[in-house]
């Protein structure tokens, strides 16, 4: 199992977590998401690729940095 960290800088409020968390729990090979809203952060544990974590990021309405 792999993690990644990505930078989501314009993080910033629970709505925005919980639709990243939304979104990426849908990426293929994603075990685990955890967004973190003071670093903003997203962390993904599993064996998704990164270009659909990225993708499913912005479909949450959001940027990877």
Same mark, same amino acid.
Do not use: F, K, Y
């Given at each position: 199992?792999?993690?990644? $960290?990505?930078?989501?800088?314009? +993080?910033?409020? !629970? @709505?925005?977590?919980?639709? +990243? &968390?939304?979104?990426? !729990?849908?990426?293929?090979? #994603? &075990?685990?998401?955890? #967004?973190?809203?003071?670093? @903003?952060?997203?962390? $993904?544990?599993?064996?998704?690729? &990164?270009?659909?974590?990225?993708?499913? +990021?912005?479909?949450? !309405?959001?940027? $990877?940095?």
């Amino acid at each position: 199992m792999n993690q990644l $960290v990505l930078s989501v800088p314009n +993080i910033s409020c !629970g @709505r925005c977590v919980e639709a +990243i &968390r939304e979104e990426v !729990g849908l990426v293929a090979g #994603v &075990r685990a998401v955890a #967004v973190d809203l003071a670093s @903003r952060t997203v962390r $993904v544990d599993g064996d998704a690729d &990164r270009a659909a974590v990225v993708a499913a +990021i912005g479909e949450a !309405g959001h940027q $990877v940095a």
